[in-house]
Every structure is written in structure tokens, then in C-alpha cells.
């Protein structure tokens, strides 16, 4: 479990296929800022997001395997540069952002990205089968950063939703890079998802 609240910007330094294009990949990550003394063998660590599992470590790298499925449904875990790095959260820690499982639920593509007095407008467009997890108010996480939703708008194919970011977050995160067109990694609200199969149950089975 994370929190998105991003702990490190590290690096994609190398990436070795795991066999032939249909199998993964194994990715060399530089940590850049974030401390590995407590990681072990086997703990989590999200990448841009995705939940990833370490292989192998030194004192400011670590090593993950990604497999092909985890390829086609995120963006940029196949290619070199920057990426939000955040260890998984402990019950001592302070729960800053949200819960995070570290499974992205859908690609989104950056409709406009513009400064806006002194923070920064941020314009996602979703797959429409995420739509009825965004709320006004509500949270996403963008590229494992956690986030409030400050607008929704349906259009026919997809959902539009729209994010304040200040410029702590932008100097902080992979997101400073966005441009119209980058594809990004979202994840919605744990919480919706429970809602939704509950009252979805609910209704099938005609319970209160």
C-alpha cells in the first residue's frame, strides 16, 4: 500500500528484455534521493505508479521486473528517464495523499498542461469506463502522485478531468515534463471501487 505522495525522482537507467517481445522487461533504476537501507529482497516500490517488485538492490539502485502485461497497460516503464519513486507506506508513517494500491487502472493522455497565476492546470482525458470513479473533490493518482479532482467533464468517448498542481509538486515530480499528447498512468479512488461493488451487489441481489 502507498500513499502518492512521491518520495523520489530516479532514473530508468537500462532496460534488458526478458526473452523474446512477448515477455518483459528487467528495468536498472538510479533512486536519486530515495533511501534503500530499509528496502529488502522482494518489497515494493511504485514506479511511476506501478506497483514493482525489487529483485536486486545496491546502496542507490535497485533492479525490477516488469512483465508484458504491465507494459500494455502503462506508460513509460519502457524507456529511459525520470520516474516518481515512492516506497511502500509503514503504519507509522503519516498518510499524506491517499490510499494507493500501485495498479494502474487506465492510460490517460494530457489535454493541456499551463500555468494558471501560480499554480499549474493539469487536463487529463480517461478511458470513459473510468469516468464514474471521478468526483469533483475526489482522488487520482497521475504517474503514482496523489491528487484532488477539481473539475469532470463527460464528452461522448471520454472523460475529461482536471487537477491544480502547485509548484512544490511540479518541482518535485516527473509531471514538470508533461506536454499535450504524453500518455499517463491513473489510478481511481480505492474507495470508489469498493462503493461501486456494493451497491452493485446491493442492486443484483435486491439487499439494503
Known amino acids: 500500500m502507498f500513499t502518492g505522495i512521491v518520495a523520489a525522482v530516479g532514473k530508468i537507467t537500462?532496460?534488458?528484455?526478458?526473452?523474446?517481445?512477448?515477455?518483459?522487461?528487467?528495468?536498472?533504476?538510479?533512486a536519486g534521493g530515495l533511501p534503500l537501507a530499509?528496502?529488502?529482497l522482494g518489497d515494493s516500490i511504485t514506479v511511476n505508479g506501478a506497483c514493482m517488485t525489487v529483485i536486486e538492490k545496491t546502496d542507490s539502485s535497485?533492479?525490477?521486473d516488469v512483465s508484458r502485461e504491465s507494459l500494455n497497460c502503462t506508460a513509460g516503464l519502457d524507456q529511459i528517464g525520470e520516474v516518481n519513486l515512492e516506497k511502500a507506506v509503514t503504519l507509522?508513517?503519516?498518510?499524506g495523499g491517499h490510499l494507493v494500491s500501485g495498479h494502474v487502472d487506465g492510460l490517460g493522455e494530457v489535454v493541456r498542461f499551463e500555468p494558471v497565476g501560480?499554480?499549474?492546470?493539469?487536463t487529463v482525458a480517461a478511458p470513459k469506463d473510468l469516468a464514474r470513479y471521478l468526483a469533483f473533490k475526489g482522488s487520482i493518482v497521475i504517474?503514482?502522485?496523489?491528487?484532488?479532482?477539481?473539475?469532470?467533464?463527460?464528452?461522448?468517448?471520454?472523460c475529461?478531468?482536471?487537477?491544480?498542481?502547485?509548484?512544490?509538486?511540479?518541482?518535485?515530480?516527473?509531471?514538470?515534463?508533461?506536454?499535450?499528447?504524453?500518455?499517463?498512468?491513473?489510478?481511481?479512488?480505492?474507495?470508489?471501487?469498493?462503493?461501486?461493488?456494493?451497491?452493485?451487489?446491493?442492486?443484483?441481489?435486491?439487499?439494503?
Do not use: M
Not at 92 to 95: H, I
Open 62 to 64: 535497485f533492479k525490477v
Open 118 to 122: 501560480e499554480s499549474w492546470l493539469l
Open 38 to 40: 530499509d528496502v529488502a
Open 160 to 208: 475529461e478531468f482536471s487537477v491544480n498542481l502547485i509548484p512544490h509538486t511540479v518541482q518535485v515530480t516527473t509531471l514538470k515534463h508533461l506536454k499535450p499528447g504524453s500518455k499517463v498512468n491513473l489510478e481511481v479512488d480505492l474507495i470508489a471501487r469498493y462503493c461501486e461493488r456494493i451497491l452493485s451487489y446491493q442492486a443484483a441481489h435486491h439487499t439494503s
Open 143 to 158: 504517474n503514482g502522485v496523489s491528487l484532488t479532482v477539481n473539475a469532470v467533464v463527460d464528452t461522448p468517448t471520454t
Open 92 to 95: 507509522s508513517e503519516r498518510l
Open 14 to 30: 537500462s532496460i534488458s528484455p526478458l526473452g523474446d517481445q512477448q515477455a518483459g522487461h528487467r528495468l536498472a533504476i538510479d
